[in-house]
C-alpha cells in the first residue's frame, strides 16, 4: 500500500460519512458499534471494490447476503465526542457500492423486524447514492437465511456473505457450514474471540454453556482450549475442512486488547485468497486509534495538526 494507513483511513471514513449524511439526523435507531466495529467495515468495503471486476468477469451473477444486517447504521454511544456521529453499517457499505460495483441481488435480513423497518428507510432515503433499486431487507433467522442462500446455489453465481452477529450464541455450527459449504462462496465470519474465551470456564459438562459451546463449534475439541488463540484455533480448523483459503483479522478495542477476530473464508486462494492477503496487509497498519483519529478529523472534532500535538 502506497498511501500512508492514516491518510488511507481518513479519505475513506470521510467520504462514506458524507454519503449517509442526509440520515445522520433521522432519530432512527442505530446498530451497536463502536469505533473498532469500522476495520471490519472498511475491510468489506476493500474487498468489494477490489473484487468486483473479477466477479462479474467470471461469473453470471454475484450476490451480497448479509444475514445480519441491522439497520444500516451504527454509532458510538460511548464516546462523548462522536456520541452524534454516525457510520455505515454492513448492509449500507455493500449498497454505497451500487453505483460503480454492483452485486446482482442483495439478500438483506436480520432477526429485528425494527431493525428491517428503518434500514429499508433508509436504504429509500439514499437513492441517489445506493441507486434506485427494491433492496428488500426482510425479517428472517440465521437458519433461514442460510437456508434460502443453500436453494439458490447452482452453475453461474457466486455468493459474497457477512456474517456478523451481536453474540458468538447466535451461530450455530450446523448453518454456518452450510453455508461454507457451498464452494462459491467467499464468507466474512466475525468470531467473538473474548466473549467465547470469557464465557469457557463456565462452560461444564452438563451445562447449557457446554451445549452452547457444542453447537458453535460443531466438535468438542473446544474442551482442550482454555484461551482466545486456543479457542480460534479450533474454529478455523473446523473452517479449513471446507474451505481452503482462510484468513483473520484480528480487531483490537485498544492496543493489544483483542475483542474478535473477522475470518474470510473462501475456496479460491489464488484470487479472492490473494485480494484478501493484501487487505489483510492495509488492516494490520489501521489499528483503532488511528481510526478514531481519522473519525475526529472526519467528523471535524478535531484537525490533524491536533493529532500530531
Known amino acids: 500500500m502506497q498511501k500512508d494507513p492514516y491518510d488511507w483511513a481518513k479519505e475513506?471514513?470521510?467520504?462514506?460519512?458524507e454519503k449517509i449524511d442526509l440520515i445522520k439526523n433521522d432519530s432512527q435507531i442505530v446498530s451497536p458499534g463502536?469505533?473498532?466495529?469500522?476495520?471490519?467495515?472498511?475491510?468489506l468495503d476493500y474487498?468489494?471494490?477490489?473484487?468486483?471486476?473479477?466477479?462479474?468477469?467470471?461469473?453470471?451473477?454475484?450476490?451480497?447476503?448479509?444475514t445480519h444486517c441491522g439497520s444500516g447504521v451504527i454509532g458510538f454511544e460511548d464516546n462523548k465526542l462522536l456520541?452524534?456521529?454516525?457510520?455505515?453499517?454492513?448492509?449500507l457499505i455493500?449498497?454505497?457500492?451500487?453505483?460503480?460495483n454492483p452485486f446482482s441481488d442483495y439478500f438483506l435480513s436480520?432477526?429485528?423486524?425494527?431493525?428491517?423497518?428503518v434500514l429499508n428507510e433508509r436504504l429509500r432515503r439514499l437513492k441517489i447514492h445506493v441507486g434506485n433499486r427494491n433492496y428488500n431487507p426482510v425479517v428472517r433467522s440465521f437458519s433461514d437465511?442460510?437456508?434460502?442462500?443453500?436453494?439458490?446455489?447452482?452453475?453461474?453465481?457466486?455468493?459474497?456473505?457477512?456474517?456478523?452477529?451481536?453474540?458468538?450464541t447466535e451461530l450455530q455450527w450446523k448453518d454456518v457450514s452450510k453455508l461454507l459449504s457451498i464452494k462459491k462462496a467467499d464468507v466474512f465470519i466475525t468470531f467473538m474471540s473474548y466473549g467465547v474465551a470469557l464465557n469457557r470456564p463456565h462452560a461444564l459438562p452438563g451445562t447449557k454453556d457446554e451445549k452452547t459451546f457444542d453447537n458453535v463449534f460443531g466438535t468438542s475439541e473446544w474442551r482442550k482450549c482454555s484461551n482466545q488463540t486456543e479457542l480460534l484455533d479450533v474454529y478455523l480448523k473446523q473452517i479449513k475442512t471446507l474451505k481452503e483459503f482462510v484468513e483473520v483479522i484480528p480487531i483490537f478495542r485498544t492496543g493489544e486488547n483483542k475483542l474478535y477476530d473477522l475470518i474470510f473464508a473462501s475456496s479460491n486462494p489464488s484470487g479472492a485468497g490473494s485480494v484478501m492477503t493484501y487487505i489483510k496487509g492495509i488492516m494490520d497498519n489501521?489499528?483503532?486509534?488511528?481510526?478514531?483519529?481519522?473519525?475526529?478529523?472526519?467528523?471535524?472534532?478535531?484537525t490533524d495538526l491536533d493529532k500530531w500535538m
Open 286 to 302: 489501521v489499528t483503532t486509534e488511528l481510526i478514531e483519529d481519522a473519525l475526529k478529523v472526519s467528523t471535524k472534532k478535531t
Open 12 to 17: 475513506r471514513i470521510g467520504y462514506l460519512i
Open 34 to 43: 463502536r469505533i473498532w466495529s469500522i476495520k471490519k467495515l472498511l475491510a
Open 83 to 91: 456520541k452524534m456521529e454516525r457510520f455505515p453499517g454492513s448492509p
Open 145 to 168: 437465511t442460510v437456508q434460502e442462500i443453500k436453494n439458490r446455489e447452482s452453475r453461474g453465481k457466486i455468493f459474497l456473505v457477512f456474517i456478523d452477529p451481536m453474540g458468538y
Open 94 to 100: 455493500a449498497a454505497l457500492r451500487n453505483t460503480r
Open 47 to 66: 474487498y468489494i471494490a477490489s473484487t468486483h471486476a473479477i466477479f462479474k468477469k467470471n461469473f453470471d451473477d454475484w450476490y451480497y447476503v448479509d
Open 110 to 117: 436480520d432477526i429485528s423486524a425494527e431493525s428491517i423497518s
